[in-house]
């Protein structure tokens, strides 16, 4: 195995998008070699995808350090970036309650840098964007979860905790 390879492989174990990546390149590739154009196109598609992903994450990360150090308007080329590649996935996938919580994110920081620079109509408009966004990742996220009384029942898990609080009163 080659330096490259050994690098590929070791930065898959360390971040599984990445080794989702190589397994469907891979498949892809099988599947090519067995005359299967079709399955091996779906495959570099979703390999493709999931870097794509990993791009808009890195546009993220991009982006916060920017912001950090003051560069506002290039962390908004950065988080803008970041939102159109998600904005794809979720016209392709738009059940996807990662994706939908991604936009909501983007939104969020764009706002966060638009009312560090004093544009606060632009922040309240980002802010008032994400929440879609996030209620629909929310009630996504719930319709995979369990009914509360079978989660207690699933090996390894206990019981859901009582909130003590009495109704109407906030918790501390």
Known sequence: ???????????????PALGMVMLHNRIGNVKFAQGDRKAALAEYRMAFITLKRLLAIEHEKIGDALFADGNHNEALVEYRAGFKIFETHA?????????????????????????????KDGALDEYQKASPF????????EALEPPADKKATRPGRRPPRQNKTSAGSDPP
């Open 134 to 141: 996030y209620e629909k990742a929310l009630a996504l996220s």
């Open 1 to 15: 195995m080659g330096p490259d390879k050994k690098l590929i492989e070791d930065l898959a174990r360390e971040n």
């Open 91 to 119: 016209d392709l996938d738009p059940n996807n309650s990662k994706i939908q919580r991604g936009l909501g994110i983007f939104h969020t920081k764009i706002g966060d840098v638009l009312f560090a620079s004093g544009d």
